[in-house]
């Protein structure tokens, strides 16, 4: 264990942030709602805390390079030094500030998703800005030159005036089966956005009807020139210059043979452009589709190079040097066997095809507290090392507004240090007590639950204190749908919920809950504004006007007009 007053040791991930966006990103992950949540409390209005928000983190990342501290305690104080500047400045502007106090009526200490999301890519795009500048001054200068230099050899070829020029010859695969007299080719252009079809059709032969098609291919290879078996090649098709995306089409996925070569019989004359991604579970993923030529797919001379990523070793001990059969999970969303795994009797563990950057791991164990560190992933980087030390507890009750303990409620992580990695789930005793025996020592969310109650999100807890949580009891809605045609009665009926969730307008149920003789009662157990939908056949569905459940039961009656029919 660390003495209480040793000298906080370097974070590699602070140190990394200077120089490496990805690094960067991961401490903007973690900050993000602590930043937004400190804008929050001295503004009233989302709009401005979301703009001051963009403001603060766009400032440090045109700014980390000037940031000398070494550990996150002081790259958070750093941040939290420019965010009390950025407000502080703001507010002496008159207009700024009559803006920044307006109530308003959304929950505005609850960060919204989108914005979070479209911030990371802003941060992404000024992130070292200096050198991203001189780099593309020097791509501009290498571009002029090759311009040059092509200009001036075209220049020379073009010499001899007296030339007589030749016919170019197009060559394909399949030419020695084409017949000696040939017939014009009529392309039809893609189907307009009414046609109710899977893929644009291609044109046909006059003679037998069929589509005209060509074979095209190419080969998948590896970093070494080796080819690649079995590698799975997706081919998008399309057929206009629209970027609409009913102009293009997913023509099929297509494997590797032995030589690392893949085939498609049926690719459309009428394509006016293909794009396609080579996978193999052994070669790190694609990220996006790569634009291909049609010439090169003709002859079989496009070539697809899949790398291999980084193997990651590890191994997890205690404080007394001993191995653990530790969990470990990589990256913030983990999911499956290339994310999450066990190590061995002897503590050790690896990940293959880790691609170079910086990312999370996070090694968890019964008995011990859970750590998370950023690994910088690179060639002959060295074993990683977790040093569990012993583990915290956070514990509390849960109970109604009267005070009575609260059983069976659900307590689980929501998220830690930025991430949801990190899985825990409990219910409370009958006395309402909960408690985590393995938690680590900085402060965790959790998701709050029980039937009949309102919900409670993202609620912050650390070791040492013992926390006091109060459920609400449930927004209760109740009411009768009628129609207004006497002579259409309503029997059953559907309702549906729509939440207003933060990061979206609102999100409607799939599926609707169903009742009859007129009458409805539900419970609304999410703490966001809503809307009811109900359907009934032979009648319009009608919605509700948006509600906030700050009350503990509410009446609301429909009325549903019949179904107008077309003559």
């Given at each position: 264990?660390?003495?209480?007053?040793?000298?906080?040791?370097?974070?590699?991930?602070?140190?990394?942030?200077?120089?490496?966006?990805?690094?960067?990103?991961?401490?903007?992950?973690?900050?993000?709602?602590?930043?937004?949540?400190?804008?929050?409390?001295?503004?009233?209005?989302?709009?401005?805390?979301?703009?001051?928000?963009?403001?603060?983190?766009?400032?440090?990342?045109?700014?980390?390079?000037?940031?000398?501290?070494?550990?996150?305690?002081?790259?958070?104080?750093?941040?939290?030094?420019?965010?009390?500047?950025?407000?502080?400045?703001?507010?002496?502007?008159?207009?700024?500030?009559?803006?920044?106090?307006?109530?308003?009526?959304?929950?505005?200490?609850?960060?919204?998703?989108?914005?979070?999301?479209?911030?990371?890519?802003?941060?992404?795009?000024?992130?070292?800005?200096?050198?991203?500048?001189?780099?593309?001054?020097?791509?501009?200068?290498?571009?002029?030159?090759?311009?040059?230099?092509?200009?001036?050899?075209?220049?020379?070829?073009?010499?001899?005036?007296?030339?007589?020029?030749?016919?170019?010859?197009?060559?394909?695969?399949?030419?020695?089966?084409?017949?000696?007299?040939?017939?014009?080719?009529?392309?039809?252009?893609?189907?307009?956005?009414?046609?109710?079809?899977?893929?644009?059709?291609?044109?046909?032969?006059?003679?037998?009807?069929?589509?005209?098609?060509?074979?095209?291919?190419?080969?998948?290879?590896n970093q070494q020139s080796e080819p690649i078996k079995a590698a799975a090649v997706r081919v998008l098709v399309k057929f206009s210059d629209n970027e609409d995306k009913q102009n293009i089409s997913l023509l099929g996925t297509f494997k590797t043979?032995?030589?690392?070569?893949?085939?498609?019989?049926?690719?459309?004359?009428?394509?006016?452009?293909?794009?396609?991604?080579?996978?193999?579970?052994?070669?790190?993923?694609?990220?996006?589709?790569?634009?291909?030529?049609?010439?090169?797919?003709?002859?079989?001379?496009?070539?697809?190079?899949?790398?291999?990523?980084?193997?990651?070793?590890?191994?997890?001990?205690?404080?007394?040097?001993?191995?653990?059969r530790a969990t470990i999970t990589k990256g913030s969303l983990p999911s499956d066997s290339n994310t999450i795994v066990t190590c061995d009797a002897n503590g050790w563990f690896h990940f293959d095809n880790v691609p170079q950057g910086v990312e999370?791991?996070?090694?968890?164990?019964?008995?011990?507290?859970?750590?998370?560190?950023?690994?910088?992933?690179?060639?002959?980087?060295?074993?990683?090392?977790?040093?569990?030390?012993?583990?915290?507890?956070?514990?509390?009750?849960?109970?109604?507004?009267?005070?009575?303990?609260?059983?069976?409620?659900?307590?689980?992580?929501?998220?830690?240090?930025?991430?949801?990695?990190?899985?825990?789930?409990?219910?409370?005793?009958?006395?309402?007590?909960?408690?985590?025996?393995?938690?680590?020592?900085?402060?965790?969310?959790?998701?709050?639950?029980?039937?009949?109650?309102?919900?409670?999100?993202?609620?912050?807890?650390?070791?040492?204190?013992?926390?006091?949580?109060?459920?609400?009891?449930?927004?209760?809605?109740?009411?009768?749908?009628?129609?207004?045609?006497?002579?259409?009665?309503?029997?059953?009926?559907?309702?549906?919920?729509?939440?207003?969730?933060?990061?979206?307008?609102?999100?409607?149920?799939?599926?609707?809950?169903?009742?009859?003789?007129?009458?409805?009662?539900?419970?609304?157990?999410?703490?966001?504004?809503?809307?009811?939908?109900?359907?009934?056949?032979?009648?319009?569905?009608?919605?509700?006007?948006?509600?906030?459940?700050?009350?503990?039961?509410?009446?609301?009656?429909?009325?549903?007009?019949?179904?107008?029919?077309?003559?």
């Amino acid at each position: 264990m660390a003495k209480e007053n040793s000298k906080p040791q370097p974070d590699p991930l602070v140190i990394l942030a200077a120089t490496d966006s990805s690094a960067f990103i991961l401490l903007y992950d973690i900050y993000y709602e602590k930043i937004y949540r400190y804008c929050a409390g001295r503004l009233r209005s989302k709009q401005v805390i979301e703009d001051l928000t963009s403001m603060i983190f766009i400032r440090a990342a045109r700014n980390i390079s000037r940031f000398t501290g070494t550990t996150r305690t002081e790259f958070f104080d750093w941040l939290y030094a420019i965010a009390t500047e950025e407000i502080n400045r703001c507010l002496k502007k008159e207009e700024f500030a009559k803006l920044a106090i307006k109530t308003e009526q959304e929950p505005i200490e609850t960060p919204d998703a989108s914005h979070k999301e479209k911030l990371r890519a802003k941060i992404f795009s000024v992130f070292n800005i200096g050198r991203t500048e001189i780099s593309r001054l020097i791509l501009y200068s290498i571009v002029a030159a090759a311009v040059f230099v092509i200009a001036a050899f075209l220049f020379f070829q073009s010499a001899p005036a007296n030339r007589p020029a030749l016919p170019k010859k197009i060559t394909r695969p399949n030419e020695t089966n084409l017949p000696q007299k040939v017939k014009p080719i009529t392309l039809i252009p893609a189907p307009s956005k009414e046609a109710n079809t899977s893929r644009p059709a291609a044109p046909a032969s006059e003679e037998t009807n069929e589509p005209l098609t060509i074979k095209i291919g190419g080969i998948v290879k590896n970093q070494q020139s080796e080819p690649i078996k079995a590698a799975a090649v997706r081919v998008l098709v399309k057929f206009s210059d629209n970027e609409d995306k009913q102009n293009i089409s997913l023509l099929g996925t297509f494997k590797t043979d032995a030589n690392g070569i893949w085939r498609c019989d049926n690719f459309p004359l009428n394509a006016t452009g293909v794009s396609i991604m080579a996978t193999h579970p052994d070669y790190l993923p694609a990220e996006n589709y790569q634009m291909a030529s049609i010439e090169q797919l003709e002859d079989f001379s496009s070539v697809t190079v899949l790398e291999k990523g980084i193997t990651v070793t590890g191994r997890v001990i205690d404080s007394q040097q001993r191995p653990l059969r530790a969990t470990i999970t990589k990256g913030s969303l983990p999911s499956d066997s290339n994310t999450i795994v066990t190590c061995d009797a002897n503590g050790w563990f690896h990940f293959d095809n880790v691609p170079q950057g910086v990312e999370v791991f996070i090694a968890r164990y019964g008995g011990g507290a859970p750590q998370m560190q950023p690994v910088e992933i690179k060639p002959d980087m060295p074993t990683v090392i977790f040093t569990l030390e012993l583990p915290n507890v956070i514990r509390g009750k849960v109970a109604d507004v009267s005070g009575d303990p609260v059983k069976d409620a659900s307590v689980a992580v929501s998220s830690w240090q930025g991430t949801n990695s990190l899985s825990f789930e409990t219910k409370t005793d009958a006395d309402g007590f909960f408690q985590w025996t393995n938690a680590p020592a900085d402060e965790v969310s959790f998701d709050i639950q029980k039937n009949d109650y309102m919900s409670i999100r993202n609620y912050a807890m650390k070791s040492g204190s013992d926390y006091v949580i109060t459920l609400r009891p449930a927004f209760k809605f109740h009411g009768i749908v009628t129609s207004s045609d006497p002579n259409i009665k309503v029997d059953t009926f559907k309702i549906f919920i729509g939440y207003y969730y933060p990061n979206s307008n609102i999100s409607w149920q799939k599926t609707g809950t169903s009742f009859s003789n007129g009458k409805y009662e539900m419970m609304i157990t999410e703490p966001l504004d809503f809307q009811l939908r109900v359907q009934a056949d032979a009648l319009e569905s009608v919605d509700s006007p948006v509600f906030n459940p700050s009350q503990n039961a509410a009446e609301y009656n429909f009325i549903l007009v019949p179904t107008k029919t077309t003559p």
